[in-house]
């Protein structure tokens, strides 16, 4: 069993930074893709951005430029950095890695940009 645990969350203002964590614990070898979701109520969760083993990196487009993930998939952690939030970045947020066609997820943290 591989459990992930969410860190970072909080209250932000408008315009300011939070930096969130996620470690895994458990079987971790062979995770070769990390993640970062949201999902707000009344909405389907939403990916916003993820890192493959190789590096690449795809973003959302509402989050492209302000965003950065990073992570190690030997370590079994993975790290958004938020800059420029806004009210439009509230969310739980969840990480998630996967291992063949198997994903895991975390039990998500509480994002609340607000002034």
């Known amino acids: 069993q591989v459990l992930l645990v969410e860190s970072g969350g909080g209250l932000v203002q408008p315009g300011g930074s939070l930096r969130l964590s996620c470690a895994a614990s458990?079987?971790?070898?062979?995770?070769?893709?990390m993640a970062w979701y949201r999902q707000v109520p009344g909405k389907q969760r939403e990916l916003v951005a993820e890192?493959?083993?190789?590096?690449?990196?795809n973003y959302a487009d509402s989050v492209r430029g302000r965003f950065t993930i990073s992570g190690d998939n030997a370590k079994g952690t993975v790290y958004l950095q938020m800059n420029g939030l806004n009210t439009e970045d509230t969310a739980v947020y969840y990480c998630q890695m996967r291992r063949i066609l198997t994903y895991y997820w975390g039990q998500g943290t509480q994002v609340t940009v607000s002034s």
């Open positions: 458990g079987s971790i070898s062979g995770i070769n893709l």
């Open positions: 890192i493959r083993g190789s590096g690449r990196t």
